[in-house]
């Protein structure tokens, strides 16, 4: 994949990550987005790979990203759409040993590697940027700065809700209350919970309907999907931010959500194995990566 960035006879090509890069990935970002610059216009060529009933094929599709030095609004994110693209080489190398979030089965470390990007739709109806990492950038922006990310796995409503307000509300409220006391920036996000996809071998690239991932996972009735509640995650979703819009109102916590939702909901070709339909692996999945680093940026800069 090459990205020309251009101003006047200002010409480069997207090259691969440094190894302190490559690190900085797994932990935090994986792999860019978008390539966006102040002052330039970027285009994006990539390989799209797609398969009909019919035939399987392969075609070009170019992406002229804005000129925009405007930020995507945080809760427009949520709506895109996952784009085919096709990178010359891996943006990293997994490190071994993970536990749930697996290396993809696919992966080559020296070969072309073929994945999916998220899109937000704001980029086009709004004509803003979707922030890519910067390593320099990045470490100038955390400084003296701290960022809770916390999400749930499913638990009954009452016992979740129960531990929210009587356990992780009043201590979000104190470190809040310290972090303003020591003049120190602190990020609050929360997370939305994604829900696992049933007999997700089946699938073999993104959904484009929200709905139709949602249906499916409403009939989870079927061995060995029964008993993980995962067509109870929105009704979940819906309550916890709920119960922070009362924290906001009540207490003046201040937070930010990152919807993985509506992104990941759309991924039930991304998951680990086969028998594993809810954990998804990688390098393929960056999503909160992606999210993360453009959230600090339109909350920080």
Not at 118 to 128: D, L, R, V
Request: net charge neutral.
């Amino acid at each position: 994949m090459a990205i020309s960035l251009r101003k006047g006879n200002t010409s480069s090509k997207k090259q691969l990550p440094s190894r302190f890069q490559q690190c900085t990935y797994i932990i935090l970002f994986g792999t860019t987005v978008l390539l966006l610059a102040q002052g330039y216009s970027s285009t994006l060529t990539y390989h799209d790979f797609f398969q009909t009933k019919e035939t399987q094929g392969e075609r070009n599709i170019e992406i002229t990203v804005p000129n925009s030095t405007y930020f995507c609004p945080i809760q427009d994110l949520k709506i895109g759409s996952w784009v085919n693209i096709t990178y010359d080489l891996p943006p990293y190398t997994p490190m071994r040993g993970e536990v749930q979030q697996k290396t993809c089965s696919d992966f080559k470390q020296n070969s072309t590697f073929k994945t999916w990007i998220w899109e937000p739709e704001a980029i086009h109806s709004k004509g803003c940027s979707f922030k890519s990492f910067e390593e320099e950038l990045y470490c100038r922006l955390m400084k003296n700065k701290t960022v809770a990310i916390i999400g749930a796995h499913y638990v009954p409503n009452n016992q979740l809700l129960g531990h929210l307000n009587n356990n992780l509300f009043p201590q979000l409220n104190d470190w809040q209350a310290m972090c303003e006391l020591e003049h120190k920036d602190c990020l609050l996000i929360w997370r939305t919970t994604v829900p696992g996809h049933p007999n997700c071998a089946q699938f073999t690239r993104p959904s484009d309907s929200v709905e139709e991932m949602e249906h499916i996972i409403a009939t989870e009735d079927s061995i060995p999907w029964t008993g993980f509640h995962w067509n109870e995650t929105k009704i979940q979703n819906e309550l916890v931010l709920k119960a922070f819009q009362i924290q906001k109102t009540a207490a003046n916590l201040s937070y930010e959500v990152m919807d993985a939702y509506h992104v990941n909901i759309l991924r039930p070709d991304m998951h680990a194995s086969k028998n594993d339909c809810l954990h998804t692996c990688l390098p393929k999945d960056n999503t909160y990566s992606w999210l993360l680093n453009h959230m600090l940026h339109v909350k920080f800069t």
